[in-house]
């Protein structure tokens, strides 16, 4: 069965069901209908739609793209008419990679975006263009991570259309932004507008994402070098500069096209300089002059109250250094005075007076502030006191539609019971029979088995390519198997694997579950049993010790293979992106998270394996308090101290690396047997419960539902019934974690 109920039309499509051409541009994949549906909810003068501000935005075409399966499904491959046939090879055979994302932040920023537009919602999403993207990974056995810039094409890839001025289709449009050159003169940046169109699944609506472009002729070359990098903290300059960017580039990008949102929802605090922006306004208006810097106090909070209402904002981490503090007196040297008087008064850092906490500020400035998760909602409010009572938990999601690999979704859409999961990821609450039955029992395990293999295939290329390439290049292979392994001697998909792939953090502990590698060894020897373990995972480049974390990783390989007399495999996977992370959620047998509790607010790979029914082995921290279901799900290793106690510390003494492994070593035996011994009973059954408890909860719909909630959009009727429907698959904010 295919998706598309279309009959094959054999590549003869007409211009007017796939091209749009307006005042903006030309534009593919959807039609003149579809963009003005979309364009009259963003313009419409109730302003009932909203912003949705983030640094990144992950949405990879190579893991989701329903505009080339849509073309695909109907054979469309080709047109006789030649600007059908320019777009149609773009979308078959343009860049798939979309490299403006470093981590969870972006992906969880995509796949929100995407369940956006399944729903049908007015919003439009404001980000940065940059064109060196993040950076590129390279592993050396010896020096760790290397990184390179990532170049790519904006011009040639899919869905990405730069906006023609409307007043001149000759000229991209233009927005000027006000800033300040590094003397602190009043200046003007200028920003192209690029704009991806995030269709929903069925092609029948699109969420707009808005990338501002300043690598424009015209800019300083400060500016132009600050907007090249996605997170470039090559100073603190650098980093304060590119937060503005953002900030003070949203009002004039929305202007110019004249979207009216009234709600503007933070993902994470990178863009509130906006709010500055808003508040000067308001003063203007209460002072009746421009003169802000002469504003008390007490109009400054007035007109904070007054913004604060237009504002929701998304905390993704209790982790300082996910924290924005910029110093005053960089700050002075970049922005005027009345902005300082601004932040003078909202963004006070109750640890350094000399710093503007720009955390503090955006939990000050907004209307609702939700963490992303249960046990993040009650460290959040233990760290933000004041701020509590504002507080609530909305559960982070993914994206079923992106996350359930190929050869899972051609199972479920085989199967009568699951007949709408696509458009309802709520339908798995109704499977409890179907997950008796026998034939559907053994369907998933060798569709489980079919993505296994094609991750060994992908792993076993990779460590050929790096021995081949050993005297090719200087880097040494980051893998010791690679040169004891050979094309007859190959990683097994049949053995137990289990997968780790995060940003490198420290607070993330990759290496926790080898700090005693006797133990670990000696737990294998005894049941005689292979283990392979796949990591995975970027550090960022300024960040020395989650670097080092890597170094200890690899470091290990050899000493593991030795003393397990080889059934110990361990392999990194160089690059981590979102077509590594859907291989592997889909091919491994467990997924581990090993944080340090509670500092993983939420943590969305692990929802990423639930929903391809692949058990979690972790720490109780983040969405697994919420998805552990008393183990019926997977399994939980580590301390589980009180949370109001609980360290938030990273410090090397705080990170209990010999209490947490102990306990995933006391654990081990158990989920070796299960999957050794009792794999198509317990491990099966501990596998398939996720599609019964989990997906149903941990997808981006439902998340989309309790925002939307949130947002306080009038939306019509039978609109209104359906998010309600999604909202209302789960309570986010309804337990507390706290023992009290
Ligand atoms: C899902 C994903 C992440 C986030 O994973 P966490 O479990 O939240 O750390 C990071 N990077 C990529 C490429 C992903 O796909």
């Keep these: 069965m295919t998706y598309f109920s279309h009959a094959p039309l054999n590549g003869n499509i007409s211009p007017a069901d796939f091209l749009v051409k307006n005042e903006l541009g030309t534009f593919f994949g959807t039609t003149e209908a579809v963009f003005n549906d979309v364009w009259q909810k963003l313009t419409d003068p109730s302003g009932n739609s909203s912003l949705y501000i983030s640094m990144e935005i992950g949405a990879d075409l190579d893991v989701y793209n329903p505009l080339r399966r849509h073309l695909a499904d109907r054979g469309i491959l080709s047109s006789s008419a030649p600007e059908l046939q320019r777009h149609l090879k773009k979308t078959h055979q343009g860049p798939v990679k979309i490299p403006n994302y470093g981590g969870g932040l972006g992906v969880l920023a995509g796949d929100t975006l995407k369940s956006f537009a399944d729903l049908r919602l007015p919003v439009v999403a404001i980000s940065l263009l940059y064109r060196h993207g993040y950076f590129s990974q390279y592993v050396d056995s010896e020096l760790g991570q290397l990184s390179r810039s990532t170049v790519w094409s ?64 015209g800019n300083t070359k400060v500016i132009q070098e600050t907007a090249r990098q996605l997170y470039n903290a090559s100073s603190s300059l650098t980093k304060a500069l590119q937060r503005r960017l953002l900030g003070a580039g949203i009002l004039p990008a929305v202007n110019a096209l004249g979207i009216t949102s009234r709600t503007i929802h933070l993902n994470e605090q990178h863009g509130v300089v906006v709010v500055i922006q808003l508040i000067s306004e308001e003063l203007q208006q209460i002072l009746r002059h421009n003169n802000i810097e002469e504003a008390s106090n007490e109009q400054i909070q007035e007109a904070a109250r007054r913004i604060s209402k237009k504002i929701v904002y998304t905390i993704h981490t209790p982790v300082t250094a996910g924290h924005d503090r910029f110093d005053k007196k960089l ?219 890597i170094k200890h990783i690899l470091s290990y390989q050899a000493e593991l293979f030795e003393k397990s007399n080889g059934l110990a495999n361990l392999i990194f996977i160089p690059n981590y992106d979102m077509n590594i992370a859907k291989m592997l959620v889909s091919g491994v047998h467990v997924w581990l998270n090993s944080p340090k509790r509670p500092l993983e607010a939420s943590g969305t790979s692990g929802m990423k394996a639930a929903m391809n029914g692949v058990p979690n082995i972790s720490i109780m921290d983040g969405w697994w308090v919420e998805g552990y279901n008393e183990g019926r799900t997977g399994w939980k290793f580590g301390k589980e101290e009180d949370i109001v106690s609980a360290s938030l510390s990273e410090s090397k003494e705080s990170l209990f690396y010999e209490e947490d492994s102990a306990s995933f070593y006391a654990l081990l035996p158990d989920v070796l047997d299960a999957f050794y011994n009792s794999f198509d009973s317990l491990f099966l059954d501990k596998s398939l419960q996720n599609l019964l408890l989990n997906i149903p909860l941990f997808n981006t719909h439902r998340m989309a539902g309790e925002y939307a909630d949130r947002y306080d959009l009038a939306l019509a009727g039978d609109h209104q019934e359906k998010m309600n429907y999604f909202a209302k698959l789960y309570s986010s904010d309804n337990f507390s974690i706290s023992i009290e």
């Design 154 to 217: 904006p011009e040639q890839t899919p869905t990405l259309y730069l906006l023609k001025d409307p007043h001149n289709p000759a000229i991209p449009l233009e927005i000027e932004v006000p800033f300040y050159t590094e003397d602190n003169q009043p200046a003007l940046a200028l920003a192209h507008l690029w704009m991806k169109t995030e269709l929903s699944s069925t092609l029948d609506y699109f969420v707009p994402e808005l990338l501002l472009d300043f690598s424009v002729t």
């Design 331 to 549: 700050y002075a040297g970049i922005s005027r005075k009345s902005c300082r008087r601004i932040l003078d008064v909202l963004a006070v850092d109750a640890d350094n007076p000399a710093a503007y906490n720009f955390t503090n500020f955006a939990m000050r400035v907004n209307r609702t502030a939700n963490s992303v998760s249960r046990i993040h909602r009650d460290v959040t409010r233990r760290q933000f006191p004041a701020f509590a009572h504002k507080i609530s938990a909305i559960t982070n999601g993914v994206h079923h539609l992106t996350w359930i690999s190929e050869k899972r979704a051609a199972l479920f859409d085989s199967i009568a019971a699951l007949d709408n999961w696509r458009k309802d990821p709520g339908v798995f609450t109704g499977i409890e029979t179907l997950l008796k039955d026998h034939s559907f029992r053994s369907s998933f395990a060798k569709t489980w088995k079919r993505d296994s293999a094609q991750l060994f295939a992908y792993v076993n290329a990779m460590l050929k390519e790096h021995r081949n390439g050993m005297t090719r290049t200087w880097i040494n292979p980051p893998n010791y198997l690679s040169s004891i392994l050979s094309d007859h001697n190959l990683l097994s998909p049949e053995v137990f694997t289990i997968g780790f792939a995060r940003r490198f953090s420290t607070y993330k502990r990759a290496d926790l579950i080898f700090s005693n590698i006797d133990m670990l060894c000696d737990i294998l020897l005894d049941r005689q049993r292979p283990v392979t373990f796949l990591f995975a995972g970027k550090a960022h480049p300024a960040d020395e010790p989650g670097k080092k974390v």
